[in-house]
């Protein structure tokens, strides 16, 4: 079973960084897209930033030019590089991890997905 373990949240004053890390207890060389999600309160989950087994990355509009992605292989570890944060920010930050393949003579697609248990980020004066 595939655990991801999220740390690095707390509490920063709005202009300030954090770097959030996630680690794998598997190779996360062998997923997909490892990913950042954010869920604020009362709102529903939402991607921040991804990154694919060709290290390609994708971000939301709303954190483009602040926040940075990026993973260790050899150390099964994604981590979230935010500076300049804001009070929009604050929510509790959740690792992805996501793994497709083929089965079967027919090559049915298997997507599995993983979350670790979130580690709250709040931006505050």
Known sequence: QVQLVESGGGLVQPGGSLRLSCAANTSIARMNVMAWYLQRPGQQR????????????????SVKGRFTISK??????VYLQMHSLKSEDTGVY?????RTYLVGEEGRLVKNDYWGQGTQVTVSS
């Open 46 to 61: 939402e991607l921040v930033a991804r990154i694919g087994s060709s290290r390609s990355t994708n971000y939301a509009d």
């Open 72 to 77: 260790d292989n050899a150390k099964n570890t």
């Open 94 to 98: 959740y690792c992805n991890a996501v």
